[in-house]
């Protein structure tokens, strides 16, 4: 399975910026696919996790300014991050764990050596 991110860039706060991430080779019936986010010298930290039936769970610091989806059709997951704070920089990764049963809220929680394919990460860079 191959993870390809794009729109990462730079906005001022309280700005908005939408991530899209390609999934290719995507084989698994069940799953959970999501965005984590990392900065330098920093832990990668779960942001937003989707998962087969399209239940979302989302970090504290994000919930309520961050959308995530799933459209299978096209096999491309966004994110959609609206009022941005500059707590947000960082580079953001697209990763997926399959297969797996766990449900969204189960899957945020893990950490993420649970997830077997990653995105090469894309940077969000948000100014006061």
């Known amino acids: 399975m191959d993870l390809a991110e794009s729109g990462g860039g730079s906005v001022q706060s309280g700005g908005s910026l939408r991530l899209s991430c390609k999934v290719s080779?995507?084989?698994?019936?069940?799953?959970?696919i999501g965005w984590f986010r990392q900065i330098p010298g920093g832990e990668r930290e779960g942001v937003a996790i989707?998962?087969?039936?399209?239940?979302?769970s989302y970090s504290e610091s994000v919930k309520g300014r961050f959308t995530i989806s799933h459209d299978k059709a096209e096999n491309t997951l966004h994110l959609q991050m609206n009022s941005l704070k500059p707590e947000d920089t960082a580079t953001y990764y697209c990763?997926?764990?399959?297969?797996?049963?766990?449900?969204?809220?189960?899957?945020?929680?893990?950490?993420?050596?649970?997830?077997?394919?990653w995105g090469q990460g894309t940077q969000v860079t948000v100014s006061s």
């Open positions: 990763a997926a764990n399959a297969p797996t049963t766990l449900e969204a809220r189960h899957c945020l929680l893990q950490g993420p050596n649970e997830y077997n394919s």
């Open positions: 080779g995507f084989m698994f019936a069940s799953y959970c």
């Open positions: 989707i998962d087969t039936d399209g239940d979302t």
